[in-house]
């Protein structure tokens, strides 16, 4: 079993940091799932049996690496692959100064405990050589029996399927409406409406998106709404994922949120399920 992985584009270097920013405000903890292909960050939510799924995200490889090598668990079949735990937590922190990094370098070692190395590469004006910053973060290398409890959730029918509107918006909006409550719901319909609203004694307040762009191949129903914790979609909003080149919001009316986020060679799934209405 092998892991190396470097990054040396500036962009891709951001980039990773706002991935890990993003996972790390979900949870302290996360999978890293390693493929061939590319890296999964998985945040699965651990008071749910079986596990749900809060967040996938895929770091295709030829588009976040220079160099990348893996061998799996067995590589002979389709069991290539790698799933570990870790504390994404520590990582965000190791990143959160490293904006002038000059690479970064991940790779699997296991020298008096199993760790996910982190080498990080600095510019230095005292020193000819670059400086060199290693962090190890301990690692629970996860058995086969158990990967398909990591699975990114299956495609369900939805309700509505509807572009989001950018997100930088929508976290300025959410940002105001969690003074007043709670819990937010989010409606839209096939017609290209999308609205962010609070329902309280003393007032209502919502906001409207029109003429967003509607997928009518994928939407069962005329219109849905899903009542949400404020909290969760505000953690969610934190992220500066750059300026996704699609962001699209899927609704199951009652049931769940699921937004979908793509720029190049990343994809971003959160899946919001609702909550009960008091």
């Known amino acids: 079993m092998r892991f190396r992985a470097k990054i040396v584009d500036n962009t891709c270097i951001k980039q990773f940091l706002n991935i890990v920013t993003v996972v790390s405000k979900l949870s302290k903890s996360c999978i890293l799932r ?3 292909d590319c890296l999964v960050f998985i945040v699965p939510d651990e008071n749910t049996i079986p596990r749900r799924t809060v967040l996938w995200a895929v770091l295709e490889q030829n588009g976040f690496f220079e160099h990348y090598d893996m061998v799996g668990v067995n590589a002979a079949d389709a069991n290539n692959e790698i799933f570990l735990e870790f504390n994404i937590s520590l990582l965000a922190s190791i990143l959160s100064n490293v904006k002038v990094a000059r690479s970064i370098k991940m790779k699997l070692t ?12 600095l510019p230095s004006q005292n020193y000819a050589e670059n400086q060199v910053c ?6 629970t290398v996860l058995p086969l029996q158990i990967w398909r409890e990591y699975k990114q959730p299956d ?8 572009e989001s509107p950018p997100l930088r918006k929508v976290k300025n909006i959410v940002d105001k ?6 819990k ?7 017609t290209g409406l999308f609205s962010l609203g609070v329902n309280t004694i ?4 919502k906001t409207l998106f029109r003429n967003l762009s509607v997928d009518h191949s994928n939407c069962s129903k005329s219109s849905a709404n899903a009542l949400v914790e404020t909290k969760r979609l505000a953690q ?43």
């Open 134 to 139: 290693v962090h190890e973060i301990p690692i």
């Open 155 to 162: 495609i369900v029918e939805y309700d509505v399927v509807i």
């Open 177 to 182: 409406l969690k003074q007043l409550s709670d």
């Open 236 to 278: 969610f909003l934190t992220c500066e994922l750059m300026h996704a080149g699609k962001e699209i919001c899927y609704i199951v009316s009652g049931n769940l949120i699921h937004w979908y986020l793509e720029q190049k060679t990343l994809q971003l799934h959160y899946y919001l399920t609702t909550t009960l209405d008091d």
């Open 34 to 36: 390693i493929t061939g």
């Open 202 to 205: 003393p007032c209502t307040v």
């Open 110 to 121: 296991h020298k008096t405990f199993p760790a996910l190395t982190v080498e990080i590469e």
């Open 184 to 190: 937010i719901t989010i409606s839209a319909t096939n």
